[in-house]
């Protein structure tokens, strides 16, 4: 699986979208970028992936770049409820077990 | 819909012994994944489990094993407890077709003394 590479830390102000970068500079071809996100004394939770175009849910959107070195999440409208640690897996997906760097950790101030 | 579930979730072993964890995956999954979270760090995965059969192994010692059983539930047992092993234990359930959608539980913290 590709490295990736993320901020420590992070903050942003509630109600202001939140952009948590990602670089993947070796990812492969048939590797996609994952997001997961863990609240303080919960389990991950799932929040988006794509292979090489932008997608978009409900939770947020996430931006590749052209050569997929890098991605961007987005969080639109960030409440006090988005703070976490924040992590960016790059797989091949399928039966893969995931792997989990040290994330970014995202503070929304008040 | 009942989640991810897992018992117990705090446990205190002596080094040495051997324990055993349960997880009940989320309804209509059938693969269960384990991870190892150290205090800091990410989740590391252990092994995963589809049709009662360990399917992908991380870089973890033969001392963890596993278990799935008709029903999809799991069980992970870690032999000959060190201090090292003490962490959060996170089980993930998913569709084989959607793995990339893992739904975690709570987790299980051993400390090991």
């Known amino acids: 699986d590709a490295k990736t590479t993320q901020p420590t830390s992070m903050d942003c102000a509630e109600g202001r979208a939140a952009n948590l970068p990602c670089n993947h500079s070796?990812?492969?071809?048939?590797?996609?970028v994952y997001w997961y996100r863990q609240i303080h004394s919960q389990g991950p939770q799932y929040i988006i992936h794509g292979l090489k175009n932008n997608e978009t849910n409900e939770m947020a959107s996430l931006i590749i770049t052209e050569d997929r070195k890098s991605s961007t999440l987005i969080l639109p409208h960030a409440t006090l409820r988005d703070t976490a640690v924040y992590y960016c897996?790059?797989?091949?997906?399928?039966?893969?077990?995931?792997?989990f760097g040290k994330g970014t950790h995202l503070i929304i101030q008040p | 819909d009942a989640g991810v579930t897992q018992s117990p979730t705090h446990l205190i072993k002596t080094r040495g012994q051997q324990v055993t964890l349960r997880c009940s995956p989320k309804?209509?999954?059938?693969?269960v994944s384990w991870y190892q979270q150290a205090l800091g760090q990410g989740p590391q995965f252990i092994f995963q489990?589809?049709?009662?059969?360990?399917?992908q192994r991380g870089n973890f010692p033969d001392r963890f094993s596993g278990h799935q059983f008709p029903n999809y539930s799991s069980e992970l047992n870690v032999n000959a407890l060190l201090l090292g092993d003490s962490a959060l234990y996170l089980c993930?359930?998913?569709?084989?077709?959607?793995?990339?959608?893992?739904?975690f539980g709570p987790g299980t913290r051993l400390t090991v003394t």
């Open positions: 993930a359930s998913s569709l084989r077709s959607q793995a990339y959608e893992q739904y």
């Open positions: 489990y589809y049709e009662e059969e360990e399917r």
């Open positions: 309804s209509g999954h059938d693969t």
């Open positions: 070796t990812i492969s071809g048939n590797e996609y």
């Open positions: 897996i790059v797989t091949r997906g399928g039966a893969d077990g995931l792997t």
